[in-house]
């Protein structure tokens, strides 16, 4: 049995430094070409893209995100490709807990993945990455992006749901239309709505969005700080993910 294999099957075994050690190898060719190739067809969860600028919350968010999940005792990975911030459990689940459960929590994988040169919003054989973690159990997959532009449809075709975040008063929402890119949003969420302007550029954008004939794209509001309209906003992915055929 070659390595890689010899790896899934660890993986599949509950092996946490197999997982890890085949995400690494996974950023090469053949071993992505492999993995893919054994891993065909097997049964996967839901993918979750949160996207959007630098500073917006997107790690904030998805802490609460993990603590949401694991409140479901559902297994949580989350992948994120964001070469300013490398991400940490400790990161994303606030100074306030000392010892982050993220890293001693069994249900909960978090890998930070550096975007090398060229300012592409994701990392090559993502996808490979991606049904590793399915491989190993985990019922939700969650990848932070940085909406940097081209990557941002590569990260359309892995997710089922792309959630992107703005905040008020940002002017962001300009930015992202001018490149054309709020529409590809599956959801709109205007973070830290404890911030004054949350709802008015909720109603700005939604009506902005939804014209006549177009695709339905909710727009919402959510705040990492205060614990609002987190656990909706998954649940609003869920329905959305259910009603979308993927491979
Ligand atoms: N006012 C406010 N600030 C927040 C909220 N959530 C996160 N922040 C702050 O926004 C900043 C950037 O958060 P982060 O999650 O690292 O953003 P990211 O770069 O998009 O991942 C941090 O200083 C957070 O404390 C919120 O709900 N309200
Ligand atoms: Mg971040």
Known sequence: MSNNLELLKRIKSGDRHALSRALTLAAQRESADEFRESLA?????????????GGVGKSSL????????????????????????????????????????????????????????GGQAI?????VMIELLFAFG????????????????????????????????????????????????DIVSVNKSDLPGAEAMQSQI????NLPGCREIPVVRTSPSRNEGIAELWELALSLAKGKPHG
Request: glycine share 12%.
């Open 41 to 53: 067809g097997a049964s996967r969860g839901v993918v979750v893209a949160i996207t959007g600028s």
């Open 206 to 209: 939604a009506a902005q969005l």
């Open 138 to 185: 985990f019922d939700a997959v969650i990848l932070e992006t940085v909406g940097a532009g081209q990557g941002d449809t590569a990260v359309r075709d892995l997710a089922d749901v792309l959630i992107l975040l703005l905040q008020p008063e940002s002017g962001d929402e300009l930015q992202w239309e001018k490149a054309g890119l709020l529409e590809v949003a």
């Open 62 to 117: 998805i802490g609460k995100l993990i603590e949401h999940l694991r409140r479901g005792d559902q297994r949580v990975a989350v992948l994120a490709c964001d070469p300013q911030s490398p991400l940490t459990g400790g990161a994303l689940l606030g100074d306030r807990i000392r010892m982050s459960p993220a890293e001693v929590d069994p249900g909960v994988f978090i890998r930070s993945l550096s975007t090398a040169a």
């Open 123 to 127: 990392v090559p054989n993502l996808d």
